[in-house]
């Protein structure tokens, strides 16, 4: 059964970049979201089996939207996304809960086997 996946970045082009790498290796794309707090509002309307989630977004962060996602959920399945020095921030994400990251810009294998890895 294909996997459903929520990708959550502000950046439309990067939303656009990762759902097409995902849905030509047969992945479902479910949902998009532009900020935190939009990204917290479709994780609990769709229950995806996997969520991408960039660090830096509007409204609220990547990190902030993890914990929240997190407290209602401590069984969700989250990828962070991070631009290159943000080092401290992927330790962070990983503390509150995070599977993987994945830095940008991003490669399609990378991306392929931090999925493969986290949601087989």
């Known amino acids: 059964m294909a996997k459903n996946i929520l990708i959550c970045d502000d950046a439309a082009f990067m939303r656009m970049m990762i759902k097409d790498i995902l849905t030509k290796n047969g992945y479902n ?12 509002e479709k994780y609990l309307e769709l229950k995806p089996d996997l969520t991408l989630m ?9 990190i902030g939207a993890l914990k929240k996602i997190k407290e209602g959920d ?12 943000q080092q401290a ?32």
């Open 29 to 40: 794309v479910i949902g998009e979201a532009e900020n935190g707090v939009k990204a917290i």
């Open 54 to 62: 960039d660090i830096t977004m509007p409204e609220m962060d990547g």
């Open 89 to 120: 921030m992927v330790i962070e994400s990983i503390q509150a809960g995070a599977k993987d990251f994945i830095v940008k810009p991003f490669q399609a294998d990378r991306v392929l086997e931090a999925v493969k890895k986290v949601v087989g």
């Open 74 to 85: 401590p069984a969700a399945t989250v990828i962070m996304c991070s631009a290159m020095g």
